[in-house]
């Protein structure tokens, strides 16, 4: 995975950048991040201009749906798997918020499973 590129938000305040950034590293991504906000990030995903998205904001930062749910499809679309930090599907019939399980990650799926268990060892050791 060292050629992936992965994205993430800008805004640090929707990300933590030094979890992603151990999050590549456990997983062998050596590329800077892509930061950017906004769904584009989806597009950019299904598009094969990167490889991996990953937010993971802070614990009290509760994700709308509509700031997700059409890249969400683009990349189902597109064959990609999203999910939130533990590796359940997003579900957007609970109403306008995303209570997530520590995060969201977007990546084609022989990808998506080996930042899941990247996730899972870093969380393992904070």
């Known amino acids: ?16 950048h ?21 769904q584009v990030k989806y597009g950019l995903l299904s598009r094969g201009d990167a490889g991996i998205f990953m937010r993971f904001p802070p614990p009290a930062y509760r994700e709308k749906i509509w700031d997700h749910c059409a890249g969400f499809c683009i990349v189902e679309e597109a064959g990609g798997k999203v999910t939130d930090g ?20 977007a990546a084609p799926p022989a990808v998506h499973e080996a930042v899941l268990k990247a996730v899972q060892t870093v969380r393992s050791k904070m």
């Not at 995975?1 to 933590?16: K, T």
């Not at 359940?88 to 918020?97: E, I, P, V, Y």
Request: hydrophobic share 40%.
């Open 18 to 38: 030094s979890f992603t950034a151990a999050v590549a590293k456990q997983a062998g991504v050596t590329l800077p991040p892509l930061r950017m906000d906004s």
């Open 86 to 105: 533990s590796g359940a599907r997003l579900d957007f019939a609970r109403g306008r918020w995303l209570d997530l399980d520590g995060g969201i990650i």
């Open 1 to 16: 995975m060292s050629g992936a590129r992965f994205m993430e938000s800008f805004e640090s305040r929707h990300s933590d």
